[in-house]
Nanobody, 129 residues
Framework: QVQLMESGGGVVRAGGSLSLSCAIS????????MGWFRQAPGKEREFVAA????????HYAESIKGRFTISRDNAKNTVYLQMNSLKPEDTAVYYC??????????????????????WGQGTQVTVSS
């Protein structure tokens, strides 16, 4: 059983920063590329960022490029999302997810939520104006 647990959400003013963490347990962490998604109230869940199993490849949504950074520490079985210059429109529940290891790592697979096998419960990020 693979389990993902996000942490680090909270309330921050516009222009501020937050760092999210996602710890994975139950399987070898390096098996999986990892992604972050978010869902704002009344909206579909959307892709935010993804990282390959060894950290060599990353991909970001255009809306957060240059402000957010995804990284991972395989020794700690943890993936991170550093969020800077936050905007009110970044307000959402943020989810981490593990990509199916049987898939090739392409932009299409990294950005498609249906290709991810395991999900965390989500952590709320609220950015006030």
């Amino acid at each position: 059983q693979v389990q993902l647990m996000e942490s680090g959400g909270g309330v921050v003013r516009a222009g501020g920063s937050l760092s999210l963490s996602c710890a994975i347990s139950g399987r070898t962490f390096t098996t999986y590329a990892m992604g972050w998604f978010r869902q704002a109230p009344g909206k579909e869940r959307e892709f935010v960022a993804a990282i390959s199993w060894n950290g060599d490849t990353t991909h970001y949504a255009e809306s957060i490029k240059g402000r957010f950074t995804i990284s991972r520490d395989n020794a700690k079985n943890t993936v991170y999302l550093q969020m800077n210059s936050l905007k009110p429109e970044d307000t959402a529940v943020y989810y981490c997810a593990a990509l199916s290891p049987t898939l090739p790592l392409t932009v299409r697979t990294m950005t498609n939520e249906h290709e991810y096998l395991y999900w965390g419960q989500g952590t709320q990020v609220t950015v006030s104006s």
